[in-house]
């Protein structure tokens, strides 16, 4: 959203309810007056941040988007972190992005203080920040950059996704265009807000439209439950893994509850999948449930969403749908020409103004992945009648797991800090929460090792997602004749 553009949104909206929680509401000029105090305590002397890099640790609601807008609005860069990520895991990402300053709520505040201090970061607890005074802000271009991203890679490192105002913009008008989004929606935000899903889908699509947003802190399935028994929200968006649960929670509650639980969501216009593969059996079996055929997509970081099955048409299980308005996509060979007929595998290539610009500091990776202008996904897809139906990664490194997608060379680098693991091979298996599971091979040096004991270990080395689900304990891992571990012949251990 470029300065002027999302300023000018949002004053037209500007008594509506842009955030609502039990404890409190709050206006979209509150926003934009909450936004202009915090962009004035992060420039302090200066007339323009000039795109440094500030990292948002606070959790989802009113002072988590405030902060999101006063960075952008101070001429900042957004670098929002995950709220459950070990000390290693966040001194990486404000190291390689070399952030200046962190915005964090008094919680996360407490958290993060030590290593800010030990990297020479400015912290800013949000809930301190009170100005008398306001100043004139500066005014932003819509091609500056405005936010990072960082994506686990097939390198054993995330990389930092840098996308501008404008691709942030082409994203957001793209989704409100396909689903048909308005002023009058109401929609829970219970996704990880430094995840695209969260940031783009959600928060930048409801307040793009100004329609109001419920935050939680997760996936409350009570609370979120009691509010769509009365009716409150138009549409929901989740990961696969909440749908298998709100699917047994259904299943095992009584008639009544059931009753009054369906009512709430067959009255909802929309009801989205993404972020992993939905199994044909949840899509079939929510729809026996509610009446709600599920619109699953597909997307990326780098690039937003591309593709979407239809809000007014057919919603095809197993499939991703269409290409999105603004989106040009094609499909590749490997090393081979253009896919110009349907039902032949091919590499997902994106054009468009949603198209990151660069990986931060990685100008080769980000040469690597663009092919004559095209960004190449790595994601495998064949066109049957019209839809597109993704197959699987061009990598072997990469595991969809609840939503994330993560490194499994990252969790590798992890696991070989183990005093017990001499050599060890991460893959992620079929799971029907999950999606993928992610699953340990290990050579031990000494032991025994079992699963509990490791999952215990990896808790301060490891977000929760990433941490093995399955481990098995071999006496060598499979390997070619070059002595590289082949990962399809891991698979087959489990």
Same mark, same amino acid.
């Given at each position: 959203m470029p300065d002027v553009a999302f300023l000018a949104r949002a004053h037209l909206f500007a008594d509506r309810i842009a955030f609502c929680t039990p404890d409190a509401s709050h206006t979209y000029q509150e926003l934009l007056d909450r936004s202009a105090e915090i962009a004035v305590e992060l420039l302090q002397d200066q007339i323009d941040l000039q795109e440094a890099r500030v990292a948002l640790l606070v959790s989802?609601?009113?002072?988590?988007?405030?902060?999101?807008?006063?960075?952008?609005?101070?001429?900042?860069?957004?670098?929002?972190?995950?709220?459950?990520?070990?000390?290693?895991?966040?001194?990486?990402?404000?190291?390689?992005?070399?952030?200046?300053?962190? &915005?964090?709520?008094?919680?996360? !505040? *407490?958290?993060?203080?030590?290593?800010? =201090?030990?990297?020479?970061?400015?912290? $800013? /607890?949000?809930?301190?920040?009170?100005?008398?005074?306001?100043?004139?802000?500066?005014?932003?271009?819509?091609?500056?950059?405005?936010?990072?991203?960082?994506?686990?890679?097939?390198?054993n490192k995330p990389k930092g996704v840098v996308t501008t105002h404008a691709n942030i913009q082409a994203q957001i008008e793209s989704l409100i265009q396909a689903w048909e989004w308005s002023s009058e929606d109401r929609i829970p935000m219970f996704l990880p807000l430094h995840h695209i899903h969260g940031? &783009?889908?959600?928060?930048?699509? !409801? *307040?793009?439209?100004?329609?109001?947003? =419920?935050?939680?802190?997760?996936?409350? $399935? /009570?609370?979120?439950?009691?509010?769509?028994?009365?009716?409150?929200?138009?549409?929901?968006?989740?990961?696969?893994?909440?749908?298998?649960?709100?699917?047994?929670?259904?299943?095992?509650?009584?008639?009544?509850?059931?009753?009054?639980?369906?009512?709430?969501?067959?009255?909802?216009r929309l009801m989205v999948s993404g972020?992993?593969?939905?199994?044909?059996?949840?899509?079939?079996?929510?729809?026996?449930?509610?009446?709600?055929?599920?619109?699953?997509?597909?997307?990326?970081?780098?690039?937003?969403?591309?593709?979407?099955?239809?809000?007014?048409?057919?919603?095809?299980?197993?499939?991703?749908?269409?290409?999105?308005?603004?989106?040009?996509?094609?499909?590749?060979?490997?090393n081979g020409p253009v896919i110009t007929g349907e039902n032949e595998p091919g590499e997902i290539q994106v054009r468009g103004p949603m198209v990151f610009q660069a990986y931060w500091n990685r100008s080769e990776a980000t040469a690597e992945t663009f092919e004559d202008g095209w960004f190449r996904t790595g994601d495998m897809a064949v066109l049957e009648a019209g839809y597109y139906r993704i197959m699987g990664r061009l990598s072997v490194d990469i595991i969809k797991s609840g939503g994330y997608k993560l490194s499994a060379l990252e969790i590798e680098a992890a696991l070989l800090e183990h005093p017990f693991i001499a050599e060890c091979a991460v893959v992620g298996m079929p799971d029907d929460t999950w999606g993928e599971a992610v699953s340990a091979a290990v050579v031990l040096q000494k032991g025994p090792l079992d699963l509990m004991a490791l999952r215990e270990w990896c808790k301060e080395r490891l977000s929760v997602y990433k941490i093995p689900q399955r481990l098995k304990v071999v006496s060598e891992l499979p390997r070619n004749a070059m002595g590289k571990v082949t990962k399809p012949a891991v698979r087959l251990l489990f």
């Open positions: 989802p609601g009113f002072e988590y988007t405030a902060s999101q807008w006063a960075i952008w609005r101070a001429g900042g860069i957004k670098l929002p972190i995950c709220l459950s990520a070990t000390e290693p895991e966040w001194e990486y990402v404000l190291s390689d992005s070399q952030v200046s300053t962190v &915005i964090a709520d008094t919680a996360n !505040a *407490l958290k993060i203080a030590p290593l800010c =201090e030990r990297l020479g970061v400015r912290l $800013m /607890n949000v809930s301190d920040i009170h100005v008398d005074a306001l100043k004139d802000l500066p005014d932003i271009d819509v091609n500056r950059r405005a936010m990072i991203l960082y994506t686990s890679g097939t390198t940031i &783009i889908n959600i928060i930048g699509c !409801a *307040l793009w439209s100004g329609a109001m947003v =419920e935050p939680f802190t997760r996936f409350e $399935m /009570n609370a979120i439950l009691k509010r769509v028994r009365v009716d409150a929200y138009t549409l929901f968006m989740a990961v696969p893994t909440i749908y298998v649960k709100l699917i047994q929670m259904l299943e095992e509650a009584d008639d009544q509850d059931r009753c009054d639980i369906v009512a709430g969501f067959k009255k909802m972020s992993a593969a939905l199994p044909a059996s949840v899509h079939e079996r929510w729809a026996q449930l509610t009446g709600q055929k599920l619109l699953e997509r597909y997307g990326m970081t780098e690039i937003g969403m591309a593709i979407s099955n239809l809000y007014r048409g057919e919603r095809r299980p197993g499939s991703v749908g269409a290409p999105l308005p603004g989106v040009e996509l094609r499909l590749k060979m490997e």
